[in-house]
């Protein structure tokens, strides 16, 4: 008889176990839904169904490593045994694998994760273990507070007061369970783009992914800078695209104007504010002519995020900025557009533009847009007065980081630019911005005992 060499085979060990002996881990950093929530009679729905999904326990301590939500329902739908995989883990590994199996789905409390973050680096254990990247595992250790006893305000009280901690890096990693929440609530999948999207390779040298604004980023950037204190804000978009800031400003209670091109993206937002019981201001014109719609010196905050040049082609529209036929004409309707929306700044307020600098097709060298957006509000005289980097999650960037740097010694672009600007007297700054409003803004978003970032749920 011939014998198969190449075989080669998964094995689990699997044992029925009473639900009554399973204990749960109690470093699970997953959220679970409420008992009879939506959430939670779905899966009892389906569990009632079929159970094809093993609960994961430790024989070290009879812990579960997966299924602590299944584990919940099951019991409470009145299953008294279950078969399990079993596994045997120290204790370090088991925390490993315990988010490694809940990285795909649910909502992470943002704390005991970052704590978890803390055990696996202590233990020098690697991060893929947890399914995270070493990026990603760096990213969430330096959240936690500085060890030493020093001068330097902790990490964590940063967070309470201002949302996440205001380095001027972001990482979009450590908001992505908000930023999920707040794309269910927006639902804009940049449906009126999806045509104008460049090709995968091109559009992933500037970006690492599909150049939706990040509604998270809106609301951070508005809390920081488009509050100030006694004032139902107005803000202003000049390239409004799609529909996060318009949303997340609105939700917030501010009055939103967004001027865009493309009347098929203003009808979208509207539509998506609407459904939300929202309103905003979508005009459809060219940000050019933003002076006909908005007076001088009216809003209290600016907020845009232009074309990135020829990055992406919105549409065949000759006064689409993306088509402008040189790098030098985009920036000169950058700078009617940017330029007169800055005028409709009222004094003492804040304006912030989200750009990233992009390479010429031709040459790949980079056109320096970054410093040309800081030179049009400079010589509208706003301050140039926050350089903050918005450092996107890598996911695929190690694949392109490979190609790029082997093929033509290019680094991977995994960040954008946030330029904060400034109109106005500097000494009004901490009158007119107190950072009592930041604390009650985030106070008034969440439920009492959650985190801003934790939270399971957004209020206005
Ligand atoms: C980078 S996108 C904006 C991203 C946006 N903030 C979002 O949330 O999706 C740039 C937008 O500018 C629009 N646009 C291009 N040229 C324009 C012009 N001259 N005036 C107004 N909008 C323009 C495009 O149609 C596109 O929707």
Redesign the pocket.
């Known amino acids: 008889m011939e014998t198969k060499t190449d075989e080669r085979t998964a094995v689990i060990e699997v044992r029925r176990l009473a639900l009554a002996d399973i204990k749960p881990h109690p470093k699970n950093p997953r959220k679970h839904p409420e008992e009879n929530s939506a959430a939670w009679l779905v899966l009892k729905k389906s569990l009632e169904r079929d159970y094809f999904d093993p609960l994961v326990v430790n024989r070290r301590n009879g812990m579960l490593v997966s299924g602590h939500l299944r584990h919940k329902i099951l019991l409470a739908s009145g299953f008294t045994h279950a078969d399990v995989s079993l596994v045997d883990y120290d204790e370090a590994t088991h925390v490993a694998r315990l988010i490694a199996a809940n990285s795909l789905i649910g909502e992470f409390d943002d704390a005991t994760l970052t704590a978890l973050a803390a055990e696996l680096n202590a233990a020098s254990l690697s991060a893929s273990l947890a399914g995270w990247t070493e990026d990603e595992l760096a990213a969430l250790v330096d959240g936690l507070p500085p060890a030493a006893d020093g001068e330097e305000k902790p990490v964590r009280d940063l967070k309470e007061k201002f949302g996440v901690a205001p380095f001027s890096i972001l990482r979009v990693f450590q908001w992505l369970g908000r930023k999920k929440l707040w794309n269910t609530l927006i639902g804009?999948g940049?449906e009126?783009?999806a045509g104008c999207l460049p090709k995968e390779g091109q559009f992933q040298m500037a970006l690492p992914a599909v150049?939706?604004?990040d509604p998270v980023l809106?609301e951070l950037m508005l809390l920081w800078f488009g509050m100030p204190h006694g004032v139902k804000p107005r803000c202003l978009?000049?390239?409004?695209?799609?529909?996060?800031?318009g949303f997340v400003s609105a939700f917030k209670g501010c009055e939103f104007t967004g001027?865009?091109?493309?009347q098929e993206?203003c009808d979208l937002n509207g539509q998506r504010l609407a459904a939300a019981g929202l309103s905003g201001r979508y005009i459809c014109?060219?940000?050019?002519n933003v002076l006909r719609h908005v007076a001088p010196e009216s809003q209290d905050f600016l907020f845009?995020?232009?074309?990135?040049y020829n990055l992406?082609k919105?549409?065949n529209?000759p006064?689409?900025?993306?088509?402008a036929p040189t790098f030098e004409e985009f920036i000169v309707?950058l700078d009617k557009?940017l330029g007169d929306a800055a005028l409709t700044l009222k004094e003492n307020r804040f304006a912030v533009v989200?750009v990233s600098n992009v390479r010429d097709k031709k040459t790949g060298g980079y056109h320096d847009l970054a410093g040309a957006v800081v030179k049009i509000f400079q010589r509208r005289g706003l301050l140039f007065y926050n350089d903050l980097i918005l450092a996107d999650c890598l996911s695929s960037a190690s694949r392109r980081a490979y190609q790029y740097m082997s093929n033509s010694r290019k680094v991977a672009r995994v960040h954008q630019n946030v330029l904060v600007f400034y109109k106005g007297d500097v000494k009004k700054i901490a009158e007119l911005f107190p950072v009592a409003d930041i604390e009650e803004t985030l106070t008034a978003c969440v439920p009492e005992n959650e985190t801003w970032l934790g939270t399971g749920e957004l209020h206005a």
């Not at 001027?259 to 493309?262: A, F, I, P, Q, S």
């Open positions: 804009d940049g009126t783009r150049s939706l604004l809106c978009d000049p390239f409004a695209g799609g529909a996060a800031f001027v865009e091109l493309r993206q014109d060219d940000g050019c845009s995020c232009p074309p990135y992406e919105y549409s529209l006064n689409d900025a993306s088509n309707v557009a989200v």
